[in-house]
């Protein structure tokens, strides 16, 4: 079975250009999830998707970052424009469900770096 | 709200000797505690968690952690690592009412070494 697969791995821009992060969840997964983790830091929930519908936002800056999960399977993060502050790792996990207890599955992550 | 520590960012051991990695947390309801690792350009894995129940759950891989609700911890152990160990861990809790989100701590680096 597939794992999580992200593209690109690495990208490295100038600041105020925008960015883009592609995620395809495993198979039958309905819920997508998109995390960032700083530097030293453990992953931070940005966004949650069940299927289409993106139910918890609350953390993801909303004034630059966009997300959306078309058809509830494959999931773009977009950031216009970047900033120095951005540079960051970028994961996505998916779940078969959104039950607390469903186990969620991460991808290997797009590093970031705004130059 | 909840929050997570990890009490130490880095920790290296010989290989075949015993670890403990160190974790607290602090919520206002019960939660679910995890145990994630990230091996080198990996993405994280579940490694363990504590939903209910017995308090020690174990791993495929030989490691254990214990929940203990009077000291809010969940401490990650294995009685002998090998080199293949090496990797971040990160320890992370979810409460388990009223909606949810998994608060990560900031991971504990363990090095093996021969």
């Known amino acids: 079975e597939a794992g ?7 990208k490295i821009i100038e600041k105020k250009q925008p960015v883009a992060f592609w995620c395809n969840p495993i198979s039958g997964h309905n819920t997508l999830y998109w995390y960032r983790q700083n530097l030293g830091q453990g992953p931070e929930l940005l966004i949650r998707y069940e299927n289409e519908e993106a139910v918890d936002d609350s953390q993801l800056p909303k004034d630059r970052f966009s997300a959306e999960r078309l058809k509830g399977v494959d999931s773009t993060l977009k950031i216009q424009p970047a900033e120095l502050g951005d540079s960051a790792v970028y994961l996505c996990a998916s779940s078969l469900n959104s039950g607390i207890t469903d186990t969620q599955y991460f991808g290997p992550g797009t590093r970031l770096t705004v130059l | ?37 990230q091996y080198p350009n990996q993405g994280l894995q579940l490694l363990l968690k504590y939903l209910s129940g017995s308090t ?12 203990n609700k009077s000291q809010t911890s969940f401490h990650l152990r294995k009685p002998s690592v090998h080199i293949s160990d090496t990797a971040e861990y990160f ?9 949810f989100k998994t608060i990560f701590g900031a991971g504990t680096r363990l090095f093996v070494k021969a």
């Open chain 2, 91 to 99: 320890c992370a809790v979810t409460r388990n009412t009223g909606g």
């Open chain 1, 4 to 10: 999580v697969v992200q593209s690109p791995r690495y």
């Open chain 2, 1 to 37: 709200a909840q929050s997570v520590t990890q009490l130490d960012s880095q920790v290296p051991v010989f290989e075949e000797a015993p670890v403990e990695l160190r974790c607290n947390y602090s919520s206002s309801v019960s939660v679910y505690l995890f145990w994630y690792v």
């Open chain 2, 56 to 67: 020690l759950v174990e791993s495929i891989n030989g490691f254990e952690a214990e929940f």
